[in-house]
């Protein structure tokens, strides 16, 4: 079985981490808590025709044992990376094992708890739109090891 943590920017206006043990149960948690969206937008809808920065960043933290997941948004440079964009956070959570991604205990799976803290990536990253449509521009994924020293640019 695959775990997966999303964030997502909603067409709706809201935003929200969301976690999933077990496809298609899920739950998500904001600022607000547990299964309680956000408003990002002033209480308006997306903006369409603008280019918006997503920026996820999800890592462990005490030795292992919670994970912590932050969320920001550039909505000023206009997709232009130059000086990596204007970024501001939305939102950050740390998953200490009291976010259930479902009201149940978990079946068909090799762990049973609904709270289980997703440690391990699997490797993955996945782009949905949900059948709207959607243009993505400066792309990147990486792996930050905590500590490790910046590559010298030649």
């Not at 079985?1 to 976690?19: I, N, Q, S």
């Not at 976010?99 to 990253?125: A, H, V």
């Amino acid at each position: 079985m695959e775990e997966w943590l999303y964030t997502r920017f909603r067409h709706d206006g809201y935003w929200d981490f969301e976690k999933e043990l077990k496809h298609p149960a899920s739950s998500y948690f904001t600022n607000n808590g547990l299964n309680k969206s956000e408003l990002l937008w002033n209480g308006n809808k997306m903006p369409e025709n603008k280019w918006i920065g997503m920026k996820y960043i999800v890592y462990n933290i005490e030795n292992d044992t919670k994970v912590k997941l932050e969320l920001y948004i550039d909505t000023l440079s206009n997709g232009n990376p130059i000086n990596s964009g204007i970024w501001t956070k939305v939102g950050e959570i740390i998953d200490a094992g009291n976010w259930p991604s479902q009201n149940s205990l978990i079946i068909g799976c090799t762990y049973t708890n609904p709270n289980i803290i997703i440690t391990e990536g699997n490797d993955t990253c996945i782009l949905i739109t949900d059948g709207d449509a959607a243009d993505y521009k400066t792309v990147s994924l990486r792996e930050i090891t905590i500590g490790a020293k910046p590559k010298k640019k030649n």
